[in-house]
């Protein structure tokens, strides 16, 4: 079931690296798969791929330099709140933090209940924070995966939209890991958008039903 749109849901990106996600959801909409238009790349690294990737799709590039409000007791909330002024003026809808490493406040996360996503390389709870895929191997799981959620309080803690699992296998080190679960968060990123799109994630409490989703809609084995 596909809902078709009015007018393709307005997406900003937060991003401080590479931005292959990034350039994932630009792919999507190019091929006509995501009904989104993005209106503003926002980066806290001036010198971001993300914002190359940005500029190459004809969207809004915006460095928000962290320097200025360094040392106020406030830094981390001044920054949010800078951040909001400029996803206010370009009217984002949704806000997507794709590799974007830096912890988000109250003040923007309030702002956005519901209508802010993370894409994280681990099964969520299982190993949230940084260097996951090493961890995962240490600890010998046997699957690892990425998961995207919406974003609450606590880091990478809320609700679960998509997850997609890969084997761990014998010889992995943690950059062969971590590229067999990026090439499923390339995935798993922008059909969550378009389920946000098409007005079909339900959030109850932790759980986000997908609406006209198949049975296993949510949970995806290597996703294809
Ligand atoms: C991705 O693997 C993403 O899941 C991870 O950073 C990478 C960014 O890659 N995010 C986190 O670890 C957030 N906790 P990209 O810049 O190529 O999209």
């Known amino acids: 079931m596909s809902t078709k749109r009015a007018t393709p849901l307005r997406v900003a990106v937060l991003a401080s690296g590479r931005g292959s996600n990034l350039q994932a959801i630009i792919d999507a909409i ?11 790349v926002i ?15 004809g969207a809004p ?38 590799g974007y490493m830096k912890i988000v406040t109250a003040v923007f996360i309030n702002s956005y209940v519901n209508r802010m996503m993370n894409i994280h390389p681990s099964l969520l709870p299982s190993f949230p924070g940084l260097e996951v895929q090493k961890k995962a191997i240490e600890w ?23 997850q997609a699992a890969v084997p761990i296998l014998d010889g992995d080190t943690p ?15 922008p059909r969550a958008v378009q389920l946000y799109a098409e007005g079909r994630l339900r959030v109850e409490g ?10 296993l809609g949510a949970a995806l084995v290597s996703a294809s």
């Open 30 to 40: 190019e091929a006509g798969q995501l009904q989104a238009r993005i209106v503003a």
């Open 175 to 189: 950059e062969t890991l971590a590229a067999r679960i990026l090439e499923q968060e390339h995935k798993i990123y």
């Open 61 to 98: 590039d915006i460095f928000v330099d962290p320097k200025p409000f360094a040392g106020r007791p406030d830094s981390r909330e001044a920054y949010d709140q800078a951040l909001l002024e400029v996803l206010s003026k370009h009217d984002a809808e949704l806000v997507l933090l794709a």
């Open 43 to 57: 980066s806290n690294k001036k010198d971001a791929v993300a914002l190359e990737r940005a500029r190459n799709h």
């Open 140 to 162: 010998g799981c046997k699957l690892a995966g990425c998961t995207v959620h919406f974003v609450t309080e606590g880091v990478d803690e809320g609700p679960i939209i998509l």
């Open 206 to 215: 932790r759980r986000v039903f997908i609406d006209g989703g198949k049975p």
